[in-house]
Each structure stands twice: as structure tokens, then as C-alpha cells.
């Protein structure tokens, strides 16, 4: 088995998330397009990657917008395959903090935080959105 039919198969515990079948795939085919296209990862840069590029846009963008769905029910499948791997009472995990700068003052959840390339005797701030990223190091 190879790593792109591994990936495939992961993808496939996302099945339940999703109300409609459509959904599912078009969210399977960003998924491989997020690991595959190069540049920046937009929806559209996606649409491209996968030859939709002479197309709208539309329906790649209807999928985070109006398709409902639940997170949980994507990661959850995840983390019950990944913790039979773990042989001792722990689980080793590594934490990625992002801040992403916005210029929008209505984008919902940013705010003013810290800037971290500004030096330590002289605390910079930035109009930003913040991420955090934890994951399962197997």
C-alpha cells in the first residue's frame, strides 16, 4: 500500500461528517490538492490544481460556506486510529502557535496580539487571526 492510498483511506473515516455525498468528495479532492499544489493554499489555487481552472469557483467555495458539517466528527476517526499506536501512558504531541495577519477590523476573532519577529525591548502589535495546531507525533 503506498502513501497516497493510505491518505486516501484516512480521508474516507471523514464519510459521516458530511450530509451529502457531493460534499464528501469534493472535501476529499481539497484534501489531496492541499498536500499536492504548490504556491499559496486557496480554495481557488485548489480549484486550479485540480483543472477546474477555467471554471467558477463557486461550488469549491459553497463547501465552507453553506455545506454544513462537523469538525469533530472529522478528527475524532482520526484520533481513534492513531491512539493504538502509542505503546506507553503517554501521548506525544507537538503544538504550532500561527498568527496570520488581517487588515479587516470586522473579521471575526482577530484581534491585536503580540508581534513575534518585534525585539524583546520592544513589544510590536499586529491585527491578527490566531491559530493553534496540535498534533499526534507517532
Not at 480521508?11 to 461528517?17: K, S, T
Request: proline content about 6%.
Amino acid at each position: 500500500m503506498n502513501l497516497l492510498q493510505t491518505f486516501i483511506g484516512l480521508i474516507q473515516l471523514w464519510r459521516p461528517a458530511f450530509c451529502k455525498r457531493e460534499a464528501f468528495l469534493r472535501s476529499r479532492e481539497h484534501a489531496v490538492a492541499a498536500l499536492c499544489s504548490l504556491g499559496r493554499h486557496t480554495i481557488t489555487s485548489f480549484a486550479i490544481f485540480l483543472g477546474r481552472g477555467r471554471l467558477k469557483p463557486s461550488a469549491d467555495y459553497k463547501l465552507y460556506s453553506w455545506c454544513k458539517w462537523n469538525v469533530e466528527k472529522i478528527f475524532n476517526p482520526l484520533l481513534g486510529q492513531c491512539l493504538p499506536l502509542f505503546n506507553s501512558h503517554y501521548i506525544v504531541i507537538g503544538a504550532d502557535d500561527t498568527k496570520l495577519k488581517k487588515t479587516g477590523k470586522k473579521i471575526p476573532f482577530t484581534s491585536w496580539q503580540r508581534d513575534p519577529m518585534s525585539p524583546p525591548f520592544h513589544v510590536n502589535f499586529l491585527w491578527a487571526l490566531r491559530f493553534l495546531q496540535f498534533s499526534a507525533l507517532i
